[in-house]
């Protein structure tokens, strides 16, 4: 959209100067504070849109391009403009011999179209006379070989013929038809296409002044977002260190958690360890016990079976995890006793609290200010007010509207007239084109000819809209220009194409060298007074302590603590070695087999109490220590992977939270005066967003000059595509049938004479005899 240089030239300097004079972390803030949101004007400009007429695509379409083609051979000569030129200045000078040579396609035309109204009834009166004279008819037809084959082919081509001849009084019905259709919804909308041009002048000072009262849409934003300037300011600021500010808070409550957990099954494992070692003091006991018994038992003479398998499982019967070997990490659990002291999720909580409540800060610091502001941008421009009144063509605008207005009102009676003769082209044509055909064929022919190859043909390919704006083709009284009262030419043509577009009659008729609409749009007013002061604006974050003393201390025990001495290679030894060294349960269920095989029942019952004994052992103690290992484990795993990265974690932790709280004072003052400055450009930009719009909505928008390229368009569509095609088609399907009547005539008398009586050949006689008869009269054949 082009834009005059002088318009917005205030408002784009202060808001450049605003930009450059921020540095990159500036432009930064900018980014978080946002770009001026896009304000929604109202469009003043009334819809004059004339919708467009297009043709449906149909099954007569391939019809139409025939006869285009057609038409296109029988008239060749391009575009007569200097024979037009001269017709429109100066009619009495107009040569006949000029036309006809520009006819001469039809000229042809109608010499053959008069030859057929000559020689077609002369030669039926002909074939008429012979008839009287009885000497019409031929001889009668001797039986032989291919009658029968030259009959079926005369038949063959008559029926084609009739074919052709039916195939074109339908489509000339059909055509008929579509004239018929297309002339109501052409006729209604002449007055519609009127109507819609009268409207491009009508309304104009209206809408200029709907226009000037719309000033008040960015001032309304502008006043809105001084309400809440301080919660805007703030907000920017807080986003701003929010993804400094959470993120070391999200580390300190994960920290936190980490903490906790790991003291947790640090202490859980310290108590494992302590609980294994005391129940393995009372298993090692009873296992030896158990084994002991079970050597003396196998080993007796009288034990019969596997006695001697069972006897190598008992000597495994032993414990294989010894958790006297694992060192104590007493030490530990004690350097961190107590820990955590703080409660570091209400910690996290206040110092969320803490900083989301900046905002309210600088909304307490910005009052006064706003109030002056308020003040500064409610007051009205002076040029705007007069917008209206300068605007220039309105006296202009107004005879327009009145001769589009009577137009409208007199064309009424004639659109009238039309739809009453055209219902006599759908009765009376389709029956008097039995006698006379070639005249009518030839009448519609030069007509609706002349309508596709002088004037649609022409318009389509931009040759009349040439012709028009060639100085010196039309006379002044036709002169565009001079009848809409411009100072210069404009083209038809470009016109045409702009309205087309959908421009104004602005940019159509150039009015920008009669108005200044610069003068108009003057806010200068406004942007001076828009730039105050926002140093005097401070910000106090020393509540933001981010992290307590006591929490303080727990990360101080913690990275002192340890933990990384921590040696794990004992625990792992110890737990992936099993309870005790034999299988108990497959011992015991082989003991049980062993009592059933001995032939002394007192050995069976004493092999029997050892088996039910291992057990019980196994369920009440073992099954117990083998939980207890699993649990170590557990913890064990936890501390092992976590361990050297939690000390890592505490030790930069602490650096950046300490770092952050001696740099925050600094940056909220930097990042204050960015985001204020930003703030100040951005409401430059609702009303650089206002002039933009006036720019365009005066001169792209009100009175756009689309319904006369619409008219234009919609006229030829009428003419050429609804009217002249089906007219032209239906004179076309008239000649066709016209043309095609002879050889069906001469088809039908040839055929005719293969139904007639047949002479049969005599055997007697090398020759055939053959005698004439008479149409209609028929007698039979006498040998």
């Not at 090692?284 to 499982?313: F, H, I, K, Y």
């Amino acid at each position: 959209m082009p834009r005059a240089p002088g318009l917005t030239a205030p408002l784009l300097g202060l808001g450049l100067g605003l930009v450059l004079s921020l540095s990159g972390t500036a432009a930064a803030d900018c980014e978080f504070l946002g770009q001026a949101e896009r304000l929604t004007f109202t469009p003043v400009a009334r819809t004059r849109w004339l919708a467009p007429r297009v043709r449906a695509p149909g099954t007569l379409d391939h019809l139409y391009g025939t006869v285009r083609r057609f038409l296109s051979a029988v008239q060749l000569n391009p575009f007569p403009s200097e024979l037009v030129k001269t017709l429109l200045n100066d009619p009495s000078s107009v040569k006949v011999d000029e036309v006809v040579r520009y006819q001469a396609g039809y000229v042809v035309c109608a010499v053959i179209a008069g030859l057929y109204l000559l020689a077609v009834p002369t030669t039926g009166l002909c074939f008429g006379w012979f008839r009287c004279r009885q000497r019409c008819g031929g001889r009668v037809k001797t039986e032989h070989k291919a009658l029968a084959c030259e009959r079926g082919t005369l038949m063959a081509f008559l029926l084609l013929t009739t074919l052709v001849l039916l195939v074109g009084l339908v489509c000339a019905f059909v055509t008929n038809q579509r004239t018929h259709e297309h002339t109501g919804p052409s006729v209604e909308a002449v007055p519609e296409t009127l109507r819609s041009l009268r409207g491009l002048v009508s309304n104009v000072p209206q809408e200029l002044q709907a226009v000037a009262q719309q000033f008040s849409l960015p001032q309304e934003r502008v006043l809105k977002d001084l309400d809440g300037v301080g919660l805007v300011i703030g907000n920017v600021i807080h986003s701003r260190l929010s993804s400094t500010v959470y993120l070391a808070l999200a580390s300190l409550h994960s920290l936190g958690q980490a903490l906790q957990v790991f003291v947790d099954h640090l202490r859980a494992l310290n108590a494992t360890v302590a609980e294994l070692q005391v129940r393995q003091e009372h298993l090692e006991p009873a296992v030896r016990e158990r084994r002991e018994r079970l050597l003396t038992l196998l080993q007796q003479p009288g034990c019969q079976g596997d006695c001697s398998g069972a006897l190598s499982w008992a000597r495994a019967l032993e414990l294989s995890a010894d958790f006297t070997q694992v060192h104590s990490v007493d030490a530990v659990v004690r350097q961190l006793q107590g820990v955590p002291e703080a409660n570091f999720s209400s910690m996290i909580q206040e110092d969320n609290n803490t900083f989301n409540a900046l905002p309210l800060l600088a909304a307490m610091q910005m009052a006064s200010t706003i109030r002056e502001l308020k003040e500064v941008v409610a007051q009205e421009s002076k040029g705007l007010r007069t917008l209206a009144e300068g605007f220039p063509g309105l006296k202009a605008a107004s005879r327009w509207s009145q001769a589009l207005e009577e137009l409208e009102r007199s064309s009424r009676p004639y659109l009238q007239e039309v739809q009453r003769y055209e219902t006599y082209s759908g009765v009376g044509f389709s029956f008097l084109f039995a006698a006379p055909l070639i005249l009518l064929v030839f009448a519609t022919f030069l007509v609706g000819g002349n309508v596709e190859t002088l004037v649609c043909r022409s318009w389509e390919s931009g040759e009349l809209f040439e012709f028009v704006d060639t100085p010196g083709n039309l006379p002044p009284s036709m002169n565009l220009s001079h009848l809409l009262g411009l100072q210069k030419n404009i083209s038809v043509l470009l016109a045409y194409q702009q309205c087309k577009e959908g421009a104004a009659l602005w940019k159509v008729l150039q009015l920008n060298d009669s108005f200044n609409l610069e003068q108009h749009l003057d806010i200068s007013q406004f942007t001076q007074k828009l730039q105050w002061e926002v140093q005097s604006l401070k910000m106090d974050v020393q509540n933001l302590d981010l992290l307590t003393p006591a929490a303080h201390r727990d990360l101080e025990a913690l990275r002192s603590s340890g933990i990384e001495n921590i040696t794990y290679r004992d625990l792992l030894v110890q737990i992936q070695k099993p309870v005790v060294k034999a299988d108990v349960e497959q011992l015991a269920q082989q003991l049980e087999g062993l009592a059933q095989a001995q032939g002394n029942p007192v050995l069976g019952q004493q092999l029997q109490e050892e088996a039910q004994g291992l057990r019980n052992l196994y369920q009440e103690r073992v099954i117990t220590q083998q939980n207890l290992m699993a649990k170590l484990n557990q913890s064990m795993r936890v501390l092992e992977s976590s361990a050297l990265e939690l000390q890592l974690q505490t030790t930069e932790v602490l650096a950046n939270v300490t770092h952050l709280k001696a740099e925050l004072p600094t940056r909220v003052d930097h990042i204050l005066k960015n985001v204020s400055e930003c703030f100040l450009a951005r409401e430059m930009g609702y009303f650089s967003q206002y002039l933009a719009w006036v720019k365009e909505e005066v001169t792209q928008h009100i009175a756009t000059c689309q319904p006369l390229s619409a008219a234009l368009d919609n006229s030829h569509v009428i003419l050429c595509d609804m009217m002249a095609d089906p007219w032209n088609a239906f004179w076309f399907c008239l000649g066709w049938c016209t043309f095609f009547l002879i050889p069906s005539i001469i088809f039908a008398v040839k055929t005719s004479k293969y139904f007639r009586p047949i002479r049969k050949r005599l055997s007697s006689s090398s020759s055939e005899e053959t005698q004439l008869f008479h149409i209609p009269r028929v007698t039979s054949l006498k040998l």
